[in-house]
């Protein structure tokens, strides 16, 4: 049987993701209204414009449906925007944000629309040895502080990229863009082996 792994759908991405997850050998589900989280055992938050997907988690009460699934052990995977979602402190300029991922993340470091790029950066995962892999980046945060609990899986040019602490999961680019889909059969594999 298939490990539940739900996609925010409100806004931004999710339609890619739904793909890569695919890919990874999970059966998706598009989430677009709270009640469905519990049947969830992981979720990812697309990327996005955080501060629009701010608004619509408070108009609709995802923002208390989230914390609540990652109390009860759920496993969530925040990308981009999602990622600014997930951290404690967001930066460039503040914002509130769920506060469960220690980091401080800056909004929109890497630049504007227009400087959105790929780049090949380091992975580092399940304990394998460091390989090479493309990361794509769209008005992408830059990580500035990790915290002692936060495992560094990614890098760019040695900056973080992809982090992961306990069941939460972070990056600041777009995995479901790029191909192949080892990070998210990697999130699929944690879900499943909790």
Not at 10 to 33: K, N, S, T, W
Not at 61 to 83: E, N, P, V
Not at 104 to 128: E, H, K
Not at 176 to 183: D, T
Request: proline share 6%.
């Amino acid at each position: 049987m298939k490990v539940p792994i739900g996609v925010l759908a409100l806004q931004g991405d999710f339609a890619a993701h739904m793909r890569a997850l695919v890919e990874a050998g999970a059966d998706p589900v598009e989430v677009r209204r709270t009640e469905q989280i519990s049947t969830l055992r992981g979720l990812i938050l697309p990327g996005g414009e955080s501060t629009t997907l701010l608004k619509l988690l408070s108009e609709y009460r995802f923002d208390d449906a989230i914390s609540g699934f990652h109390r009860r052990g759920g496993f969530l995977f925040g990308t981009c925007a999602g990622l600014i979602l997930l951290a404690n402190e967001v930066v460039g300029p503040p914002q509130r944000s769920l506060g469960l991922l220690d980091l401080t993340v800056r909004r929109n470091a890497y630049g504007r629309q227009v400087d959105s790029f790929a780049g090949m950066g380091m992975l580092r995962m399940n304990g394998g040895s460091p390989r090479r892999a493309e990361m794509v980046f769209i008005r992408a945060p830059r990580i500035e502080r990790v915290g002692p609990g936060v495992e560094v899986l990614g890098d760019l040019d040695g900056e973080p990229t992809l982090v992961r602490q306990g069941r939460v999961w972070g990056s600041t680019f777009h995995p479901e863009l790029a191909p192949g889909s080892e990070i998210h059969r990697a999130f699929v594999e944690a879900v499943g082996g909790d």
